[in-house]
């Protein structure tokens, strides 16, 4: 479903995505790039997934880069037919800034998420519905 190419190279993106931009706009949007690098890289055959480790290199962003940017350059870069399929998580970012790291996951097929992923994660992707609300019950006094 999906192909291992090339993850040593580094991927530019810019965040944003108008057509029509001002002079300043342009400008910052020169400025706020993100580089994409992806290593520790291994195959877990047992569990139907990929696993590997996301460094995020950014400038000018004050709060980081959005998931869902990452999620569809790691669609891209690796022939994810279904973004559902992406599970990225746990980044942190040092002190300083201009970097995050987290962990990325992307399984076979959605039986194989289903699975082995943990309930919150599927919840965050919309692959679970969220547990129903338990009506309160009277305090005793």
């Not at 992806?38 to 004050?62: P, Q, S």
């Not at 669609?75 to 992406?86: F, G, K, M, Q, S």
Request: hydrophobic share 35%.
């Amino acid at each position: 479903l999906w192909e291992y190419q090339n993850s040593r190279r580094a991927e530019t993106r810019s965040v944003s995505t108008k057509d029509k931009q001002s002079a300043a706009d342009a400008e910052d949007n020169e400025k706020s790039q993100f580089y994409l690098n992806i290593h520790k890289f291994k195959r877990n055959e047992l569990l139907e997934r990929a696993e590997m480790i996301v460094d995020v290199h950014y400038t000018n962003h004050k709060a980081g880069v959005p998931l869902s940017n990452l999620k569809s350059i790691i669609t891209e870069r690796y022939a994810v037919c279904d973004p559902n399929l992406v599970f990225l998580f746990g980044f942190e970012r040092p002190f300083g800034g201009t970097k995050s790291t987290g962990t990325c996951l992307i399984y076979d097929d959605i039986s194989a998420a289903l699975k082995n992923e943990p309930a919150h994660r599927l919840r965050r992707v919309r692959l679970a519905e969220p547990p129903s609300p338990t009506p309160r019950t009277a305090i005793p006094d």
